[in-house]
Nanobody, 122 residues
Framework: QVQLVESGGGLVQPGGSLRLSCAASGISFSIYAIGWYRQAPGKQRELVAAIGSGGTINYLDSVKGRFFISRDNTKNTVYLHMNSLKPEDTAVYYC????????????????WGQGTQVTVSS
């Protein structure tokens, strides 16, 4: 059974940092692409960052230079390092997995986690 579990969300002040984790089980993790999505209330879900099995990385323009995605195949985990957080980064963050990076980027990844809430507020 394929499962993705996100963790690391919480309340942080503007300018602060958080590290989100997406832990996978039930898949051959190293050959999967993983993406981080977010959805704020009343807004559409958007891709924040994605990393392919070979290390190809994509970022949403508004997070470039602030957010960094990395993967540790020995721990079956992908991380989203978020720095210089802004109130507009407030959202539920989800991770998605698929064999194909294009599907993850398109939002049609086969597997999704339950999400973790990130709130940026003073």
């Amino acid at each position: 059974q394929v499962q993705l579990v996100e963790s690391g969300g919480g309340l942080v002040q503007p300018g602060g940092s958080l590290r989100l984790s997406c832990a996978a089980s039930g898949i051959s993790f190293s050959i999967y692409a993983i993406g981080w999505y977010r959805q704020a209330p009343g807004k559409q879900r958007e891709l924040v960052a994605a990393i392919g099995s070979g290390g190809t990385i994509n970022y949403l323009d508004s997070v470039k230079g602030r957010f960094f995605i990395s993967r540790d195949n020995t721990k079956n985990t992908v991380y989203l390092h978020m720095n210089s957080l802004k109130p507009e980064d407030t959202a539920v963050y989800y991770c998605s997995a698929d064999r194909l990076l294009n599907r993850v980027i398109a939002g049609t990844g086969r597997t999704w986690g339950q999400g973790t809430q990130v709130t940026v507020s003073s």
